[in-house]
């Protein structure tokens, strides 16, 4: 319960913070600032900043039920001395007294801290940094993340990233799982009785469902030291996949339509979009229309002229898998090559395409969710939920990224908690086939590949696979420069543990101009 002292009614009604440059809060259970702080969203003159007061964050917060006002400063230096911005921001009730605040008129390719107060309490400092200009040649390093199930280890990755000081976090999806708790320790996976897994810590709820769900879910997260860290080194660009929602769903199809309604998976839909706005640096509330719940996720962000990273959302538009959720399906299907299926919808591919069209950047980075080039498991099965349940649009996209006027395009993908690189060919079938582009698989921060095996016997059948790193956690390091994109699958050793070593496993080459990727 927040304290008096902490809050002042004006007489306005509004509740606004007591000016208190500089002061550091003692960390007490009423803390209101316990989620930390976060960036997103980095243009060369703006970003976003969040952060969300929650003194009993895995109680709804804990918050009185009206709006606030919180202070914002930003500073070029780290300790906060002196002010460019001092201003007061919302932190609406009905957002869970999130703040999202667009820091507006600021300088390009340009270091900034920033911190929040109210009442006595003040918030960890955030470092931020903004976009480099159009024009500007520098070398852009970024992290991609996926996949970061709380049980299943501890976030070394994460403290790894907020180490390198990165200038983007490209977060791909699978932030919170929505699951209840598994018991703790070493066990076998429900799934695949075959695997161990190790549940090194607990969900403190049942299957999300509510809104009230979703909030403390995301705050359980993000209360995270590492994760928390992690937000607070740098500005993150974030799109959402399945399990921000409930698994394997597609556009308004959810996972288990048996066991639940139409009507309670869109009021379901709805809850996990505004809880993800809430708990993400994003610019864009989601909004509702009747009762279609729609959050603006694909977008681009370009960082001088090496980078254009064009943001994709394979969930919110996307048909529902052909032939049933069986990973891999139970054999060939037909279905899965029919032109009406999509999974970006049609709005998104067309405005993916004016993008891809119109971009003058040496690098073009498609960052989406699951994985893009072919993946043949025996006997000609294939994963529906990727790519390969959607080969129409994958070809009409890869019309597209041949198109010899296109400069170095690459394809980021999740999902599969398994690092990986591919050439992505004109015809998978033909291994000398041309080379339309490079993908770059990320494995996950934490969750379990309980499938590695099956990806590592198809490999040799794949001969487009230029890299698999197996069921190992961690994240992708990339540093992109004129020359070369190069990308480290960089792996944590000892994932049940929270000071485990990170260390680059390999080291993955696209050379620009060659559409194709090297294993340095
Ligand atoms: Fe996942
Ligand atoms: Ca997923």
Same mark, same amino acid.
């Given at each position: 319960?927040?304290?008096?002292?902490?809050?002042?009614?004006?007489?306005?009604?509004?509740?606004?913070?007591?000016?208190?440059?500089?002061?550091?809060?003692?960390?007490?259970?009423?803390?209101?600032?316990?989620?930390?702080?976060?960036s997103?969203?980095?243009?060369? /003159?703006?970003?976003?900043?969040?952060?969300?007061?929650?003194?009993?964050?895995?109680?709804?917060?804990?918050?009185?039920?009206?709006?606030?006002?919180?202070?914002?400063?930003?500073?070029?230096?780290?300790?906060?001395?002196?002010? $460019?911005?001092?201003?007061?921001? /919302?932190?609406?009730?009905?957002?869970?007294?999130?703040?999202?605040?667009?820091?507006?008129?600021?300088?390009?390719?340009?270091?900034?801290?920033?911190?929040?107060?109210?009442?006595?309490?003040?918030?960890?400092?955030g470092r931020t940094r903004?976009? &480099?200009?159009?024009?500007?040649?520098?070398?852009?390093?970024?992290a991609?993340?996926?996949?970061?199930?709380?049980?299943?280890?501890?976030?070394?990755?994460y403290?790894?990233i907020a180490r390198s000081l990165p200038?983007?976090v490209?977060?791909?999806?699978?932030? $919170?799982?929505?699951?209840?708790?598994? &018991?703790?320790?070493?066990?076998?996976?429900?799934?695949? &009785?075959?695997?161990? $897994?190790?549940?090194?810590?607990?969900?403190?709820?049942?299957?999300?469902?509510?809104?009230?769900?979703?909030?403390?879910?995301?705050?359980?997260?993000?209360?995270?030291?590492?994760?928390q860290a992690a937000h607070a080194a740098a500005p993150w660009?974030?799109?959402?996949?399945?399990?921000?929602?409930?698994? /394997?769903?597609?556009?308004?199809? &959810?996972?288990?339509?048996?066991?639940?309604?139409?009507?309670?998976?869109?009021?379901?839909?709805?809850?996990?979009?505004?809880?993800?706005?809430?708990?993400?640096?994003?610019?864009?509330?989601?909004?509702?229309?009747?009762?279609?719940?729609?959050?603006?996720?694909?977008?681009?962000?370009?960082?001088?002229?090496?980078?254009? +990273?064009?943001?994709?959302?394979?969930?919110?538009?996307?048909?529902?898998?052909?032939?049933?959720?069986?990973?891999?399906?139970?054999?060939?299907?037909?279905?899965?090559?029919?032109?009406?299926?999509?999974?970006?919808?049609?709005?998104?591919?067309?405005?993916?395409?004016?993008?891809?069209?119109?971009?003058?950047?040496?690098?073009?980075?498609?960052?989406?969710?699951?994985?893009?080039?072919?993946?043949?498991?025996?006997?000609?099965?294939?994963?529906?939920?990727?790519?390969?349940?959607?080969?129409?649009?994958?070809?009409?996209?890869?019309?597209? +990224?041949?198109?010899?006027?296109?400069?170095?395009?690459? $394809?980021?993908?999740?999902?599969?908690?398994?690092?990986?690189?591919?050439?992505?060919?004109?015809?998978?079938?033909?291994?000398?086939?041309?080379?339309?582009?490079?993908?770059?698989?990320?494995?996950?921060?934490?969750?379990?590949?309980?499938?590695?095996?099956?990806?590592?016997?198809?490999?040799?059948?794949?001969?487009?696979?230029?890299?698999?790193?197996?069921?190992?956690?961690?994240?992708?390091?990339?540093?992109?420069?004129?020359?070369?994109?190069?990308?480290?699958?960089?792996?944590?050793?000892?994932?049940?543990?929270?000071?485990?070593?990170?260390?680059?496993?390999?080291?993955?080459?696209?050379?620009?101009?060659?559409?194709?990727?090297?294993?340095?």
């Amino acid at each position: 319960m927040a304290s008096r002292r902490r809050f002042l009614v004006t007489s306005s009604g509004l509740i606004v913070a007591t000016p208190l440059a500089g002061a550091w809060a003692s960390k007490s259970d009423s803390d209101p600032f316990q989620l930390g702080v976060a960036s997103g969203c980095p243009r060369p /003159n703006q970003v976003t900043l969040w952060t969300r007061l929650a003194p009993a964050p895995l109680q709804g917060g804990g918050m009185p039920d009206e709006d606030l006002t919180v202070r914002c400063r930003i500073s070029r230096d780290s300790e906060m001395r002196t002010s $460019i911005v001092d201003t007061l921001v /919302n932190a609406p009730a009905e957002d869970a007294h999130s703040v999202h605040f667009i820091a507006k008129g600021l300088a390009p390719n340009t270091e900034y801290f920033y911190q929040f107060y109210v009442g006595e309490d003040a918030s960890p400092i955030g470092r931020t940094r903004t976009a &480099p200009a159009p024009g500007d040649e520098r070398t852009i390093r970024l992290a991609v993340a996926s996949c970061q199930h709380f049980e299943a280890g501890y976030y070394a990755a994460y403290a790894d990233i907020a180490r390198s000081l990165p200038d983007l976090v490209v977060h791909l999806g699978d932030y $919170i799982y929505e699951y209840g708790p598994r &018991p703790l320790g070493r066990g076998t996976h429900p799934l695949q &009785p075959d695997v161990e $897994i190790n549940v090194v810590r607990q969900h403190a709820s049942p299957e999300v469902v509510t809104q009230w769900d979703y909030r403390n879910r995301y705050a359980q997260y993000r209360l995270d030291p590492d994760l928390q860290a992690a937000h607070a080194a740098a500005p993150w660009v974030v799109s959402m996949d399945d399990h921000e929602i409930d698994n /394997n769903w597609a556009g308004y199809h &959810p996972e288990d339509p048996h066991r639940q309604t139409d009507l309670e998976f869109r009021v379901r839909r709805w809850a996990a979009m505004k809880a993800f706005y809430e708990h993400m640096p994003l610019e864009h509330p989601p909004r509702l229309n009747n009762l279609d719940a729609s959050l603006q996720i694909y977008d681009q962000f370009q960082f001088g002229s090496q980078l254009n +990273l064009m943001l994709l959302d394979t969930r919110q538009y996307r048909s529902d898998q052909p032939c049933g959720q069986a990973f891999p399906a139970d054999d060939d299907c037909s279905d899965r090559h029919d032109p009406a299926l999509t999974m970006l919808g049609q709005n998104q591919e067309t405005w993916l395409k004016g993008a891809l069209r119109n971009s003058d950047t040496q690098w073009n980075l498609l960052a989406q969710q699951t994985w893009f080039s072919e993946f043949r498991y025996p006997e000609e099965r294939y994963n529906m939920d990727q790519w390969d349940g959607y080969t129409a649009q994958r070809g009409r996209l890869m019309d597209e +990224l041949a198109n010899p006027q296109l400069s170095n395009p690459v $394809i980021l993908s999740g999902d599969w908690h398994c690092g990986a690189g591919f050439d992505v060919l004109k015809d998978f079938s033909q291994p000398d086939s041309e080379k339309v582009a490079a993908e770059l698989a990320v494995t996950s921060i934490s969750s379990p590949c309980l499938w590695s095996s099956a990806v590592a016997a198809a490999v040799p059948d794949n001969a487009h696979t230029k890299y698999y790193g197996g069921d190992q956690r961690g994240y992708l390091w990339c540093e992109i420069s004129s020359e070369n994109m190069i990308a480290e699958n960089r792996v944590v050793v000892a994932p049940d543990r929270v000071d485990s070593v990170v260390v680059n496993h390999a080291s993955l080459r696209v050379e620009a101009g060659k559409r194709g990727l090297d294993r340095l």
